[in-house]
């Protein structure tokens, strides 16, 4: 890749006039016409050119899916052509979030490209196949790229039922073509993060013991007991996850009385107070505990130095599951410090009788700080036995620390609702790294990567390895990358599982 330009593809003038004038003038834009013979004879043109950084097809489509509207940017991630296998355009994806800041709602789709204009009953047909979009050049385009970076944008301009002479084509092509202009400055964005990377992969990421064994929990409840199988908030906190189980069966509900009398009823990692436990037992729920067996050991501490006197000053964020689930143990002699500044606040009925223990997921070094101004005012603080931060958090914040030394940014996978991921991105930016949590690749921004020669990648304990692959792709698929696990520490631990659910 020795220039720096784009090959951009569209198939008619009215298309192209969408481009900005900034990148007709920087790209090398071909007007392929329509139709798969003349896409193949501009993919050769297109083979050509030498010094293009990657290729982008940029065109309007027409819907196959139903629920596939005019004027809706589709992104192709896989491009399909009859007699072939499908082709991956992984960079395709990494484009939502440019899209999004523009007030679009792009959707990420497979792509059929065909021979001849497709009608209705074709559209129903490839639906059926997982298709979203139909067009007549992008898959025969994509062999121009010929292992350079590609993206597909596409704007449906017909819905699934529509007829290409349909009266309503011609508003809803002026629309499509409004929303194409919209879209296309992207791929200047694009163009700017392309180049070849590092990645700098931190281990151990994703998924911890904990995590595991809540997830297998809700699989072998509905495998044995069959859906539906209702889950007390989200099981752990990750979007994926939870849609995955969702498709498979799970109901996911705020409290119990959403949830039928007797129905099978699994409690999240997150844990549970005591009035949660007696409220099922009450509707006499068939409960499955999935509690982490390092959450249930600091509800027990709670619970004991209540007992012996203390006031529990418990130390994490207010809202978040496992405090209101800790804190349920000993209401009335738990008080909650959240910072620094609460440190230097609270008060105590005895300064000589006072404990604090901590939620499992906060980072190690703020909580250093809360717990070193706490024994400044209370010389008798107590505090557990061991750490109540949980291995898997403080091992991964250990690994992005050291890969955020290294690296020009720091992404880490994981959903906003995941206190442990959020930590894992304070924790890069205290080492002056900028850093950010995606959910998966579709929120990566790509003015993070226009600089970036090294990138580093990290995972929660909730967020699936398979996601972190998918970013990995995503970055890759910008011009390549060579990529580099930093391992800190290896994780082996196992936690049995409840004896509702052994075999």
Known sequence: MSGDRLLVFTPLRVEEAC?????????????????????????????????????????????????VRTGEVLLGSELRRPGAEPVAAAGSRVLAAALRRRGL????????????????SER????????HGVDMESAWLADAAD????????????????????????????RALRELRRAAPVLEEWRAAL??????????????????RAIEIVELALA??????????????????????????????????????????????????????????????????????????????????????????????????????????APEATVLVQDVRDAERVQVPDPARVT?????????????????????????????????????????????REVARRSDVVIVVGSRTSSNSLRLVEVAEREHTPAYLVDDETDVDLSWLARAATVGVSAGASAPESVVSGLIDAVAALGGADVEEQTTTTESLRFRLPKEVRT
């Open 19 to 67: 481009l900005p004038r900034s990148m007709r003038r920087r790209a090398r834009v071909i007007r392929t016409g329509m139709g798969r013979d003349r896409a193949r004879i501009a993919a050769a043109r297109g083979l050509a050119v030498d010094d293009a950084l990657g290729v982008a097809v940029a065109g309007l489509c027409a819907a196959t899916s139903p629920d």
């Open 105 to 120: 709602r792009p959707r990420t789709a497979t792509i059929a490209s065909v021979d001849a204009v497709a009608g209705p």
């Open 124 to 131: 129903r047909f490839l639906a059926a196949q997982g298709v």
């Open 147 to 174: 292992g350079r970076p590609l993206v597909v944008l596409r704007v449906a301009v017909e819905e699934a039922g529509q007829e290409l002479v349909d009266p309503r084509t011609a508003v809803a092509g002026a």
């Open 195 to 212: 180049r070849h990377r590092r990645i700098l992969l931190a281990a151990p990421r994703s998924f911890c013991a904990g995590v595991d």
């Open 224 to 329: 044995q007991r069959g859906a539906p199988v209702y889950v007390r908030k989200q099981i752990v906190h990750n979007e994926h996850v939870v849609a995955d189980l969702e498709r498979r069966g799970a109901v996911f509900v705020d409290e119990l009385d959403e949830i039928p009398r007797g129905a099978t009823t699994v409690f999240s990692a997150h844990g549970v107070s005591p009035a949660v436990r007696s409220e099922a037992l009450a509707r006499r729920l068939d409960v499955i505990d999935a509690t982490c067996p390092l959450v249930s050991k600091v509800h027990a501490e709670a619970r004991r130095f209540a007992e012996g006197g203390n006031t529990v000053l418990l130390i994490g964020h207010d809202g978040h599951e496992e405090i209101e689930g800790t804190r349920g143990e």
């Open 356 to 400: 604090y223990l901590t939620q499992t997921t906060l980072a190690v070094d703020e909580t250093d700080e809360i717990v070193d101004t706490l024994r400044q005012r209370f010389p008798a603080l107590r505090g557990p036995g061991s750490d109540d931060i949980c291995y898997a958090t403080t091992n991964r914040q250990a690994a992005v």
